[in-house]
C-alpha cells in the first residue's frame, strides 16, 4: 500500500496533517483549496479534473517528495467546502467584541466562522458561548 498525502491549502495544521498522514498504510489523497484555488479562479482558469489532478501531483511531488504518477485518480470538486478566513478577520471579530461590549447586547458569536473551522474549535467556541450566557467561567 502507498501512504496518505493530506497537502491543505497551507498553515501549521496541513502540515501536521501531511507529517501525520503520511506515515499512514493507505493509497495516497490530495486535498487543495484555500487560497490556492482562489489564484486559479482569478486567473480564470476551467478547473478541470486533469487540470486538479495535475496540481495534486505537483503539490504531492514538491511538498512531499511523492514523484511516482497514481495508477487510478479520483478527483471531487468540493467549492466552499472549507472556510477560509480573510486578511483582517481577527481585526474585525475584535472591533465586533467590543462593539458588542459598549453597546450591551445580549448577543454571543459561536461557531466556525469566528475562532476556528475544526470539530474541536467549534465544540469550544459553542462551550465558551453557553459558559458567558450563563454568567460562568468556562472549565478548561
Known sequence: MG??????????????????LSRAPCPPKVMLGGSWLQTLEA?????????????????????????????????????????QYTLGHWQKLES???????????????????????VNDCIESGRQAAARVLGTEPNS
Do not use: D, M, W
Open 3 to 20: 501512504r496518505t498525502v493530506v497537502v491543505l491549502g497551507g498553515g501549521i495544521s496541513g502540515l501536521a496533517a501531511s507529517y501525520y
Open 96 to 118: 465586533a467584541a467590543q462593539f458588542l461590549a459598549a453597546q450591551k447586547l445580549p448577543l454571543t458569536l459561536a461557531g466556525a466562522s469566528y475562532e476556528g473551522v475544526a
Open 43 to 83: 486567473r480564470g482558469c476551467v478547473l478541470s479534473q486533469e487540470l486538479l489532478q495535475q496540481e495534486a501531483e505537483k503539490a504531492a511531488a514538491t511538498q512531499l517528495g511523492l514523484n511516482e504518477p497514481p495508477s487510478h485518480c479520483l478527483v471531487h470538486l468540493h467549492k466552499n467546502s472549507i472556510p
